[in-house]
């Protein structure tokens, strides 16, 4: 019998389906402590404290409350303890809602025993586990590109040294398109999908950090994607009166996973956009729909952000940008771009990028 003991909140307002959970749980060779709340609003809070291993949550919690009210609750606070749901009747269609709302499984109380239970309590918390792990990873590779980033600001210090700024700059890059898309998943997750669904897109983003760091080991043998020059005059400011628009998005980076994570985290966020890899298909977008605002790439291989912006203001066209970038900000895109212009550093944070959306918005 395992020596480890879990912690399990049980939210159930009937007794006898309390006690068969109870007599179920201490017949296994996992020990769990638990602990029983009838209440809907107290199981809320008890399971937001995020003190449990996992939760078991009767479907009909009380006659105003589901399961599924629960699990959309507190998936909008990130809470990422499983949840294993228990219902007396099966049902595919409720199956099904209940998995899409972000519980680990479904159970039918009369058909449960020790060996379904434990299998299922298993890979729940297995599956916490992996999510948690993902996580931690996020944070040790975001510091790890602040320290790349603090390096490269003592190193471009140096006088005479152009081509180190120029490549620390590339390193910054090509780490911070991975980070980025592993920053859009956790956030994903955290809304409330199911992480699963995007396991093996993290795997690959690791997979390619991991490439990139056994390609810095041996430092001749790296090559820098041909951007072009982002180093571009001021542009002649236009007096035109900006196109009224709805609040659409209209999203241009060059990364396909970049473009794909963030479009998917502003949809969650319920703000609709139109995402592109190639600036040049945007320029032909914007001559037959109007946009409440663009978010550009600063580096792109058809046509940089500086570029990109000063061919939309010849366009005549005053749509409020966001610039997103892996590199240190440099003066020339700022005098281009102008002070009220937010320019946010990769990964981005999606709760600043709203924001930044939302302050655009207001001074409209």
Partial sequence: ?????????????????????????QDLDVTFELKRVTDYQKGLEAYQDQQYDLCLLDFQIDTDHTAINFLEESAAKFCMTPVIVLTRTADRETDLQVMAAGASDYMVKGQINGSLLERSLRYAIERKKNQQQLMDLQDELTLALKEIRANQKKLIEVENLKSVRELAGAVAHEFSQPLQALSNYMELVRSGISAEKYLDKMDDMVQRIAQLTDNLRDITGLSKKSYLDTHILEIQKQNKPAREAALNILLVDDEQIIVETISEMLRVSDIPNTAVTNPLRALELLKTHTFSHIISDVSMPELSGPQFYEQVRAMGIETPFIFLTGYEVEDQLRHIAGDNTPILGKPVDIRKLIDSIKELEAVA
């Fill in 1 to 25: 019998m395992s020596t480890h003991t879990y912690y399990a909140l049980l939210i159930e307002n009937k007794k006898s389906d309390f006690i068969i959970t109870k007599d179920i749980l």
